[in-house]
C-alpha cells in the first residue's frame, strides 16, 4: 500500500482508479453564459473505492434573474432562491469539501466554466483540479449503437442505476456517481486502470494507440534509449528520454498528432528499452544506433557519413576539393558540413576572399597551360599561365586558408565583411545578402571545427556531474569518443568507480583530423555535457583543454547577428 501512497503524493495520475478520491458534482444554473452569477444550487459526491465519504448540497441565491423554463424544468422556484446564501458564501465550503480530490461531471466544461467564472468573478484561486467527464468517458468506452446517445439520464437507463437524474443537483450528482463507476467497470477491458491512463483514454487518441497502448508497460523509468521494433525485431525508430517509461507512454496520448508516428505504431510489435547511467550516454547511444540501423522513421543522424569537407589539396597550386573523408595526407580541412550546399556557399566565401583558382585541373610548376575565364575577368592570379609563384600563391592564397581553419580565420572575415559594406554602400543588397551567406556557411564551420578539434587532441578526459539522486555521473572520453560512463553512488568516493570505468573503457587509437574516433555530432553532444557548469573535470592531458587565442571563437557574435538578421528578413516576408 505504500508504494501507492507514495505515488498518489507525487502524482495523482499514478493512482489506481479505485484508490483515487473523486468529488462528483452538478450544478443547476440560470442557463446561458458562465458566470459567478448564473448558479442556482450545487450538488456534489465524494467517493473512493466506492464508498460515499461525504455530500455537499445548496442552493444558491443568483443574481441573474430566474427563466421560466428553468423552474419548469428543475422545478426550482424564485421563491425557493430568495432565502439561499450567495454564491460568494457557498464557495469557500466548496472548495473546501473538494480540495484533494479529482472532479468529475457529466458535460464538465459546463459545470466547471461556471465554478471558475465565480472564482475569478470573487477573488477566489481557481484551484486548477484534474477533471474528468463522464460523457467523454462514455464516448470512448461503449461501442457504437449502444446507447442511443450519452446523456446522463440515457446512461443512467442503460447502466439500470438507482438514482435517477431528476435535475436537481444533488440527485444529479449521486446518478453521475453511479454511471462513473459503470464506466471504470468498464475501462479494465481496455487496459485502464489508474488515473493518468482514464484522463489520457478520453482524449482523442486513434485506435492504432489505443491498440497498442500495451507496447508502453513494463518499461523502466530510467534515463536511456528506447526502440520500436516491427516485424523481424527491424528497428522501426530510435529516441531518448530521462525516463523511458514516460517518453514511450507519451507516444500513446493525445498529444502525439505526427502522421509518421502514426504510421510507426502501427508498424510496431515491441518496445525494446536500453537502460545508460545518465543523459549523455543515453544521448550517444541513440545516436549509435541510429547510425548503424537507419531506422526508417528517423529523421535526423541517420546518415553522419555524409558529412562534407573541404580539402585544400597538396600540389603546386593547392585548390579546394569537396570530399567525404579525412586522410592523413598532410592537406588543410574545413567542416564538418551538414551537406554539399554549405560546403559550397564556403568554398564560394573563400574565393570571394582569397585569389584562389577554382578549376580543377592539375597544374604544373614548369610547363604552362591555357587560362579560363575567370583569369580573364581579373578574378584568379592565373597560376596555370604562372601568372604567379608558388611560393606568392602559398603566401597569399594558400597559408591564410590553413590560417583560417586553424587558427585565425580574421583575414577571411574581415575582406568578406568589407566585400558586404561596399555592396551595401552600392545598394546592392541581395549581393550583399549572398555574400553574407557564405560568410556564415564559412564561418560556422571554422567555429564547429575548432572546438572539436580542442577535444579530440586530448587522449583521455574523466569528467564528472552531480547526479540529480546523489552520488556522480561519470564519464570518460577517448579523442573525443565517450568509451565509458557510470554512476558512483551517494555517501561514497567516486574514485573506485572511475577506476572500474577507466579498466573497461574502450581503446581509442589516433586518426586523422578533427574528429578521428567519433562523428561530429557525437563530439558535439560531448562538448555540450562537458560545458556546462556543474561539470567537473577529474583528469585531462597534461597539455590541457584549449582553444587558440585568435580562433574562430571570437567571432561567434558575428554570426549571432548574421542569424538574427536573416531571421528578422524572413519575418519582414
Known amino acids: 500500500m505504500q508504494l501507492t501512497l507514495d505515488a498518489l503524493f507525487d502524482d495523482p495520475r499514478a493512482a489506481s482508479l479505485f484508490a483515487t478520491t473523486f468529488m462528483v458534482v452538478d450544478l443547476e444554473t440560470t442557463g446561458g453564459a458562465p458566470s459567478g452569477g448564473g448558479i442556482t444550487e450545487i450538488g456534489a459526491v465524494k467517493v473512493c473505492g466506492g464508498e460515499v465519504l461525504g455530500e455537499f448540497a445548496t442552493l444558491v441565491h443568483p443574481t441573474e434573474r ?76 461503449l461501442i457504437s449503437g449502444e446507447v442511443p446517445n450519452h446523456k446522463l439520464s440515457s446512461l443512467a437507463r442503460h ?35 489508474t488515473l493518468g491512463d482514464a484522463l489520457e483514454f478520453v482524449k482523442a487518441i486513434s485506435p492504432e494507440q489505443r491498440k497498442k497502448k500495451h507496447l508502453a508497460e513494463n518499461l523502466p523509468d530510467k534515463p536511456g534509449v528506447y526502440v520500436f521494433r516491427g516485424r523481424k525485431d527491424r528497428p522501426l525508430y530510435v529516441g531518448t528520454s530521462s525516463s523511458i517509461a514516460t517518453r514511450v507512454r507519451s507516444y500513446f496520448t493525445a498529444a502525439e498528432k505526427r502522421a509518421r508516428i502514426s504510421e510507426m505504431l502501427a508498424a510496431a510489435e515491441r518496445v525494446e528499452a536500453i537502460e545508460c547511467a545518465h543523459s549523455l550516454e543515453a544521448e550517444i547511444r541513440e545516436l549509435r544506433l541510429i547510425a548503424a540501423h537507419k531506422p526508417p522513421y528517423n529523421r535526423r543522424s541517420k546518415f553522419p557519413e555524409r558529412v562534407v569537407w573541404l580539402k585544400l589539396t597538396v600540389e603546386a597550386y593547392p585548390r579546394l576539393s569537396l570530399v567525404r573523408k579525412i586522410t592523413d595526407d598532410g592537406a588543410a580541412y574545413l567542416g564538418p558540413f551538414a551537406s554539399k550546399r554549405s560546403a559550397e556557399l564556403a568554398a564560394a566565401g573563400v574565393y570571394d576572399a582569397l585569389p584562389m583558382r577554382q578549376c580543377t585541373k592539375k597544374l604544373s610548376k614548369k610547363t604552362r597551360s591555357p587560362a579560363c575565364a575567370l583569369a580573364e575577368l581579373g578574378r584568379c592570379p592565373a597560376p596555370c599561365e604562372h601568372g604567379i609563384s608558388v611560393d606568392e600563391y602559398e603566401a597569399r592564397v594558400a597559408e591564410p586558408f590553413r590560417s583560417a581553419t586553424r587558427e585565425d580565420p580574421a583575414e577571411v572575415v574581415e575582406r568578406l565583411m568589407e566585400r558586404i559594406g561596399r555592396l551595401a554602400e552600392k545598394q546592392r543588397y541581395e549581393d550583399a545578402a549572398a555574400v553574407r551567406s557564405r560568410l556564415i556557411a564559412f564561418l560556422r564551420a571554422a567555429v564547429r571545427m575548432q572546438r572539436l578539434a580542442g577535444l579530440t587532441v586530448l587522449t583521455e578526459v574523466v569528467a564528472a556531474r552531480p547526479a540529480a539522486t546523489g552520488g556522480w555521473e561519470l564519464s570518460i572520453v577517448r579523442r573525443g569518443r565517450l568509451v565509458a560512463a557510470g554512476v558512483s553512488p551517494a555517501g561514497e568516493h567516486p574514485r573506485r568507480t572511475i577506476d572500474t570505468l577507466l579498466a573497461t573503457a574502450e581503446t581509442v587509437l589516433p586518426g586523422p583530423g578533427p574528429v578521428p574516433a567519433a562523428t561530429p555530432e557525437e563530439g558535439e553532444r560531448i562538448l555540450a555535457w562537458l560545458e556546462r557548469p556543474e561539470t567537473r573535470l577529474v583528469r585531462i592531458d597534461e597539455r590541457g583543454w584549449m582553444s587558440p587565442a585568435r580562433g574562430a571563437g571570437r567571432w561567434r557574435s558575428l554570426l549571432a547577428m548574421a542569424d538574427a538578421a536573416i531571421h528578422a528578413g524572413r519575418e519582414h516576408e
Open 66 to 141: 430566474l427563466p421560466p423554463f428553468i423552474t419548469v424544468l428543475t422545478g426550482i422556484t424564485e421563491a425557493m432562491l430568495l432565502p439561499a446564501p450567495k454564491i460568494e458564501e457557498v464557495l469557500p465550503g466548496f472548495l473546501q469539501f473538494a480540495q484533494g480530490a479529482v472532479w468529475v461531471a457529466h458535460n464538465a466544461p459546463y459545470d466547471t466554466g461556471f465554478l471558475k467564472a465565480a472564482c475569478a468573478e470573487f477573488g477566489y484561486a481557481w484551484p486548477k483540479p484534474l477533471v474528468l467527464d463522464t460523457a467523454q468517458l462514455a464516448r470512448r468506452t
Open 159 to 193: 447502466f439500470r442505476v438507482p438514482n435517477e437524474p431528476c435535475h436537481r443537483a444533488l440527485h444529479d450528482a449521486r446518478a453521475t456517481v453511479d454511471v462513473l463507476h459503470a464506466l471504470i467497470a468498464r475501462l479494465s477491458g481496455h487496459r485502464v486502470h
